[in-house]
């Protein structure tokens, strides 16, 4: 049996197969998107897929009933792992006005939901990490246990918000987890014309602030980085920056060929180390994933996203009334 890390890390076999469930599920979902706007139901995909290990280790390496998650458009995993349900999601990529995020306004992504501490997105990428850090910095002043995590991509880490943000909360020494998804494109820019540095987390010393790089295909080990920043930042030792190295395996987004600018041999080999296939090995191993709970697991999950699909696209459009409304405040 290989050496069982999950347990090194005080994680159960229960947890590490809810880890993995979490995983399938966004997978799931994001390929049925995939498939209903190409059927023509829905207008719009941006894809998780390849980015799920690194989204669902974070947040089970945080205390869900109380820290604030601040994710970017592809952050499946992580608004799953913080409430949210397939319902919400499918109700969001068909707008209807049932959905959790904008009452069908905005496109998929922008994530959204209050009773889960998940903090409303805007579309220019980046604006989300300056809110995590006014987020820590109240937790701060009014003395709360909580700590925000932030995700982004790495073309987005050259943004100027990320940079006043981080700054921000070095100098002040904020519980808060900068992490960005290193799917190695910034739409169809490649990471080697992105940064002139080796490593995004090379830039944490900038900031007075540690800074890792992790492979973001391994849930394990971005539970580890990210529970000791969350530790740190609960102690007042301020923020950290972790990267988490993976692939996008998808195009950007439903509108997006890309085969323009990488090789299909290329996407091709980064699927070996997709992590649903990697993550599933290792619990085999572990004899946590048995061929029985496997079929179990497929027959729950193909379930969820046949219902929430079949309730998302039964659910009613917003009245048109209503397009003005959380715009301007009302009386």
Same mark, same amino acid.
């Given at each position: 049996m290989a050496e069982n890390r999950h347990k090194s890390l005080g +994680?159960?076999?229960?947890?590490? +197969?809810?880890?993995?469930?979490?995983?399938?599920?966004?997978?799931?979902?994001?390929?049925?998107?995939?498939?209903?706007?190409?059927?023509?139901?829905?207008? /719009?995909?941006?894809?998780?897929?390849?980015?799920?290990?690194?989204?669902?280790?974070?947040? /089970?390496?945080?205390? !869900?009933?109380k820290d604030y998650a601040l994710? %970017? %458009?592809?952050?499946?995993?992580?608004?799953?792992? /913080?409430?949210?349900?397939?319902?919400?999601? #499918? +109700?969001?990529?068909?707008?209807?006005?049932? @959905?959790?995020?904008?009452?069908? !306004?905005? #496109?998929?992504?922008?994530?959204?939901?209050?009773?889960?501490?998940?903090?409303?997105g805007s579309s220019p990428v980046t604006t989300q990490v300056p809110h995590a850090v006014g987020i820590a910095l109240a937790g701060k002043m009014e003395k709360k246990d909580f700590v925000s995590i932030v995700t982004f991509g790495e073309g987005?880490?050259?943004?100027?918000?990320?940079?006043?943000?981080?700054?921000f909360a070095g100098v002040h020494k904020l519980p808060v987890i900068f992490m960005v998804e290193n799917n190695k494109y910034a739409i169809s820019v490649p990471v080697s014309k992105q940064l002139a540095c080796e490593k995004v987390s090379d830039r944490a010393i900038g900031y007075g602030m540690p800074g890792f790089t992790v492979d973001g295909n391994d849930p394990l080990a971005v539970y580890e980085a990210v529970k000791a920043a969350a530790d740190r930042g609960r102690k007042g030792e301020g923020p950290t920056l972790i990267e988490t190295v993976s692939y996008r395996l998808t195009p950007h987004s439903s509108? @997006?060929?890309? !085969?323009?600018?990488?090789?299909?041999?290329?996407?091709?080999?980064?699927?070996?180390?997709d992590s649903i296939v990697t993550f599933a090995n290792y619990l085999r191993e572990q004899n946590i994933l048995t061929e029985e709970k496997e079929q179990e697991l497929n027959d729950e999950i193909n379930d969820i996203v046949n219902e929430a699909t079949d309730y998302a696209e039964k659910a009613a459009y917003a009245e048109a009334e209503s397009a003005m409304k959380y715009v301007y405040e009302e009386e």
């Amino acid at each position: 049996m290989a050496e069982n890390r999950h347990k090194s890390l005080g +994680l159960t076999d229960e947890q590490v +197969l809810d880890m993995f469930r979490t995983m399938l599920l966004a997978r799931k979902i994001d390929e049925r998107m995939w498939l209903l706007n190409r059927a023509g139901k829905i207008p /719009f995909v941006i894809s998780c897929q390849g980015q799920e290990a690194a989204q669902v280790g974070a947040s /089970f390496a945080l205390d !869900r009933e109380k820290d604030y998650a601040l994710p %970017y %458009y592809r952050d499946m995993g992580v608004v799953l792992s /913080f409430g949210m349900t397939a319902k919400d999601l #499918m +109700l969001s990529g068909f707008a209807k006005a049932e @959905d959790p995020n904008s009452g069908g !306004r905005q #496109m998929p992504g922008h994530f959204g939901q209050k009773k889960n501490r998940i903090v409303t997105g805007s579309s220019p990428v980046t604006t989300q990490v300056p809110h995590a850090v006014g987020i820590a910095l109240a937790g701060k002043m009014e003395k709360k246990d909580f700590v925000s995590i932030v995700t982004f991509g790495e073309g987005s880490s050259n943004q100027g918000d990320f940079h006043e943000g981080a700054n921000f909360a070095g100098v002040h020494k904020l519980p808060v987890i900068f992490m960005v998804e290193n799917n190695k494109y910034a739409i169809s820019v490649p990471v080697s014309k992105q940064l002139a540095c080796e490593k995004v987390s090379d830039r944490a010393i900038g900031y007075g602030m540690p800074g890792f790089t992790v492979d973001g295909n391994d849930p394990l080990a971005v539970y580890e980085a990210v529970k000791a920043a969350a530790d740190r930042g609960r102690k007042g030792e301020g923020p950290t920056l972790i990267e988490t190295v993976s692939y996008r395996l998808t195009p950007h987004s439903s509108d @997006d060929d890309d !085969r323009t600018y990488r090789e299909k041999e290329e996407v091709e080999e980064a699927k070996k180390k997709d992590s649903i296939v990697t993550f599933a090995n290792y619990l085999r191993e572990q004899n946590i994933l048995t061929e029985e709970k496997e079929q179990e697991l497929n027959d729950e999950i193909n379930d969820i996203v046949n219902e929430a699909t079949d309730y998302a696209e039964k659910a009613a459009y917003a009245e048109a009334e209503s397009a003005m409304k959380y715009v301007y405040e009302e009386e």
